[in-house]
């Protein structure tokens, strides 16, 4: 049998077709691998390694890649081949963020540890190390999470709403210093025209978000989709009805939590007792 012949004159390998799809971005793009890495904010030598297809990077990277250059989920398509075992990356998972990379809105409810938008290099590491990562796949992971805060930054950000239930700031770091930080770096957040943060106090009792992380993103088209999340499993909901229970439910948490000044000041007092603390 005659070996099939490549359409395209590029690489039917899925680790090296990965590669060469990131070296042919990048040089479209005129950028410098040093320059990526300084826009991205991880260290330019790991996107060199992935062009060369010595690595082929975690989830988080290459989803920051996708939102650089503009081609939602193609990057995250090609990683998923690469890597080889599909279980690793599952389709809900990978197909949510494609579409986070896209949204132009995006709301979301934290029941006891802050989202990766906006949480520090300390945070994330303590909380990473602590479900079991260590080494340098902990420090690639780090890097990944906490360059996904890109996506909040410059003047096309989009509006990004949380709340935080109270359990959120009243779990702190090992590290104190580390701890501080974090929550100086909320505050500051906090301010910015495109977050809004709202602190739900554990007095408000009883409510219909008590079991997992969730995530809402409006879409282009006009559409919003759901993502729950918790220490296990995620799983993205497209279905309108679904999405609409979950948004009411979403509004009616929001009218029991602080107000964003509210809880700027509650975020502020925290940050004051840990310094005193000292």
Known sequence: MS?????TGRSQEPRQRFAEELR???SASGMSLRALGER??????????MEKGETI???EVVQALDTHYGTPGLL??????????????RERYRRYMALEAEAVS???FA????????????????VLAAGGLKGKELDQQ????????????????????????EAVLRTPLRDVGEWRGQLEYLADVAERSNVTVHVLLQSAGVHGLLSADVWYLLLPEGRTVAYTENGYQGELIEEPGPVVRLQKTYDTVRDLALTPAESRKFILRRLEEVTCDR
Do not use: C, M, N
């Open 3 to 7: 070996q099939r012949r490549a359409i």
């Open 24 to 26: 042919t971005l990048r």
């Open 40 to 49: 991205l904010g991880w260290d330019w030598s790991l996107f060199g390694k």
């Open 57 to 59: 990077g975690s989830p």
């Open 76 to 89: 995250l398509a090609l990683w998923e081949l690469a890597a080889g075992d599909h279980t690793q990356f």
């Open 106 to 108: 995006l709301w979301h």
């Open 111 to 126: 029941v006891s540890v802050l989202p990766g938008l906006l949480q520090t290099p300390g945070y994330a590491r303590e």
């Open 142 to 165: 780090v890097d990944a999470r906490t360059g996904r805060r890109e996506l909040l930054d410059g003047e096309k950000a989009p509006p990004f709403r949380t709340i935080l239930s």
